[in-house]
């Protein structure tokens, strides 16, 4: 499935953000859609995840202030990030896995910027 990410963009700290990943596919059928990030001279990290065996999964640094939801008429993933801080800032993927334990599949990739 391809993935495709949108919903970027350059924003104040305390403002929100609503990203979207597209998927070529049903999304339905998938074992997990998600949301990592990276940051300049940082490891790509998890923010947000829905899985079927466990369902919803977030990092600790956005719980409270991320939802992440999906649209599975629609194929798409989405990520509500409210009352952003600049250390949100950074690249953001949508990440989808076939079958447990499978490979993953990346989208482009959205950047936000959180100015203080």
């Known amino acids: 499935v391809q993935l495709q990410a949108s919903g970027g963009g350059l924003v104040q700290a305390g403002e929100s953000l609503r990203l979207s990943c597209t998927a070529s596919?049903?999304?339905?059928?998938?074992?997990?859609v998600g949301w990592y990030r990276q940051a300049p001279g940082n490891q790509r990290e998890l923010v947000a995840r829905i899985t079927k065996r466990t369902g919803t999964d977030y990092a600790d640094s956005v719980k409270g202030r991320f939802t992440i939801s999906t649209d599975n008429a629609e194929n798409i993933v989405y990520l509500q990030m409210n009352n952003l801080k600049s250390e949100d800032s950074a690249v953001y993927f949508c990440n989808s896995r076939r079958t447990f334990g499978g490979p993953d599949y990346w989208g482009q990739g959205t950047l936000v910027t959180v100015s203080s």
């Open positions: 596919g049903s999304i339905f059928s998938l074992d997990s």
